[in-house]
């Protein structure tokens, strides 16, 4: 069973729940390095560079530039990716003294897009992706999550998120259960406990040290969602560590609509249909999925016993759209177009529907993923990983 929480994200069972109501771009060459970073700071914080991808970002601007602006670094640091905003997003970037980097709204890929930024940022020793309605709660939110990477094992490390005040039961219990109060840490052996779940990291806010990101060849440019799960798995196999920062937060969540959370599912089934190889290496998370939702009854009978109905209905939408995406190759395009939530995906996919088979060797791994040990080049122990 499909782990039916918002996010296929890391919990710790043991863990008991906050109590509901807990409060929780320039002209610039974006190549150039930052030279007005305070010297005061530690010097990888000097050397780490935020990315944002933006759309019409102009109603989270205020919350997201006020945090920003709490967290130590230089103007330079932070990039903007704007997918052409039909409001003022540019203008508030510039204003702000942002990078600012522009790109047609139909060629935003979770995985190009921000792989494009990190070789745009070649000075960047730590990369850092949020997204524009994740808010870093507190001043020192980011220099938590860089302070992952004191451990040099640490490849890519990820904060917590918590649910914005005005969350629903089901909104907020969704945060919670996923992003846990004490921090882990964890390595290709997590497997055996955690199953998919080991190799999870959301790029709402999430760091990755540039040269491992490198080693497993950065993100997939031809995914449709779950780059970050794809890239934390290829670390993972090549012996880094992925960190969770349980004292790094932001304020994220997300009032999604029925028709949301399906598209949703429908498209991470979609890369677990393709990217067989990722269930291969780290198996599924199906008694995630049934501890999630005995958590989230337990927790609205609490709360609001009147959601737990519509909680069922979702959590079975969910698993619906999970299924037909992980049996997408048996749908019509113009049908997987309508469920997904990024039909320019499948627009491209129309475009190139003759290649479909010589597509189908990006989502291949070797047979024994435990046996790839380090003495392999990265080119063969990663070739075909997406």
């Known amino acids: 069973m499909l782990h039916l929480g918002i996010e296929l994200g890391n919990t710790n069972s043991g863990t008991s729940l906050p109590k509901f109501g807990e409060p929780l771009v320039t002209n610039m060459s974006v190549s150039d390095a930052p030279q007005s ?5 530690p010097s990888l914080l000097r050397k780490t560079a935020v990315v944002i991808p933006t759309y019409n970002a102009g109603r989270h601007w205020n919350q997201l530039h006020s945090a920003l602006q709490q967290q130590g670094l230089s103007e330079e640091q932070i990039l903007i990716v704007d997918s052409s905003s039909s409001d003022n997003t540019r203008k508030l970037a510039r204003r702000a003294g942002y990078r600012l980097k522009q790109i047609p709204k139909e060629s935003f890929r979770h995985g190009a897009t921000r792989q494009m930024a990190a070789e745009s940022l070649g000075w960047a020793e730590v990369l850092i992706y949020m997204t524009q309605d994740a808010a870093p709660s507190g001043e020192n939110s ?16 990820y904060g917590r998120q918590l649910p914005r005040l005005e969350a629903s039961p089901i909104e907020r219990h969704a945060r919670l ?3 846990p109060d004490a921090s882990d840490l964890r390595t290709f052996s997590s497997r055996n406990k955690l199953g998919i779940k080991a190799a999870f990291i ?14 497993v060849g950065g ?4 995914t449709i969602v779950s780059e970050e799960v794809t890239v934390a798995a290829r670390m993972l196999i090549a012996n ?7 004292d790094a937060a932001v304020i994220h969540s997300h009032p999604l609509t029925v028709k949301q959370e399906f598209s949703r599912y429908f498209d991470i089934g979609v890369h677990h249909g393709r990217a067989k190889w990722l269930l291969h290496a780290f198996g599924g998370a199906g008694e995630e999925g049934r501890t999630f939702v005995m958590s989230q009854m337990r927790y609205l009978a609490k709360t609001k016993p009147s959601d737990m109905p519509v909680a069922a209905f979702r959590n079975l939408s969910k698993w619906c759209s999970y299924q037909l995406g992980l049996h997408e190759r048996f749908l019509p395009i113009a049908v997987k177009e309508a469920l997904s939530g990024y039909p320019h995906f499948w627009e491209e996919e129309r475009e190139h529907v ?11 791994l070797e047979s024994n993923p435990q046996d790839m040990g380090d003495e392999r080049s990265r080119e063969r122990r990663f070739e075909g990983l997406i």
């Open 142 to 157: 980011i220099k938590k999550l860089v302070s992952s990477f004191d451990d040099p094992e640490v490849g890519a490390a």
């Open 202 to 215: 959301s790029n709402s806010f999430a760091a990755y040290r540039r040269s491992a990101l490198l080693e």
């Open 354 to 364: 003759g290649a479909a088979n010589s597509k189908a060797k990006h989502y291949r």
């Open 240 to 246: 880094w560590k992925v960190a969770y920062q349980a």
């Open 219 to 222: 993100f997939p440019r031809n």
């Open 37 to 41: 970073a305070s010297a005061s700071r």
């Open 177 to 179: 259960f996923n992003y």
